[in-house]
């Protein structure tokens, strides 16, 4: 049986993208396969696609996503790499952090066309944002493969080279931003605020400013138009400042970008 896509691997972030996919193409023809088989029995019955196993995904779809962890990249491509190295007609997709298209590449033992993707989290609600690059995908391949991901979130397309860095960026960010709303949420706890009721006008409020910054971009104005001089926003400011919260928050990517080029090593 053909398959559009088949996923080897569908843990969180696997899993994420096989229900995302599952919104935009048949579910038919979308192949999984896991260690866990509890995992594919549920999107089994969740999103309809087809469990099989990782040699049958790798002989038979078009694009084939590897959605396993960076440190068993290696011995799970081994499994299946005669396969591939057969194939002419498929489109090798990888998500893992750390591994560039040449080391997949040299896993297979041979050239195929390779789509690198970073996706975060938040592709699990539609709103994730994916960085991906390319080596050697034609036109059509791409547009195939932006059209069965279209539920995910947005994409963008930047070089190899700079897709490690944005994904500190992209792919930690979510849980920089969750760490702001626990402090929120203590804060307001702090002045007497449910904790229930806190958490809700937290979420909103992070929800609503996300738009606006989408709306009107430049964070600094968006900041001033907030902030009535002698105002109470200011005085939050002033203590975000005084606490360095620029520098804190800036530190947290490139923390997270060093980490990712120590697992380069």
């Known amino acids: 049986m053909k398959y559009t896509l088949g996923f080897i691997g569908c843990g969180n972030m696997g899993g994420a993208l096989v229900a995302a996919c599952a919104k935009s193409v048949d579910g038919k023809s979308i192949a999984v396969c896991d260690f866990d088989q509890s995992k594919v029995e549920k999107f089994e019955k969740e999103c309809g696609v087809v469990g099989t196993t990782a040699q049958d995904i790798a002989q038979n779809a078009q694009f084939i996503v590897l959605a396993v962890k960076p440190q068993v990249m290696q011995s799970a491509i081994a499994n299946f790499a005669d396969v591939l190295r057969e194939r002419k007609d498929c489109t090798v997709i990888t998500m893992a952090a750390g591994l560039s298209i040449d080391a997949i590449r040299s896993y297979i033992g041979a050239d195929l066309p390779v789509i690198r993707i970073m996706p975060n989290t938040p592709a699990m609600v539609g709103e994730g944002m994916i960085l991906y690059s390319l080596a050697d995908v034609d036109e059509s391949a791409e547009t195939a493969f932006l059209s069965a991901f279209a539920k995910a979130g947005k994409f963008d397309k930047i070089p190899e080279s700079l897709i490690d860095a ?35 006008y937290a979420t909103q409020t992070m929800i609503g400013a996300a738009k606006m910054l989408e709306t009107y971009g430049d964070p600094q104005t968006l900041i001033k138009n907030v902030c009535s001089p002698g105002g109470t926003t200011i005085e939050g400011i002033k203590a975000l400042e005084s606490a360095e919260f620029d520098k804190i928050t800036s530190s947290a990517v490139t923390a997270a970008y060093k980490r990712t080029l120590e697992l380069k090593k």
């Open 166 to 200: 944005g994904s500190a960026l992209s792919g930690c960010g979510p849980a920089f931003v969750y760490a702001f709303a626990h402090a929120l949420v203590k804060g307001a706890v702090e002045c007497g605020v449910p904790e229930e009721k806190a958490f809700s």
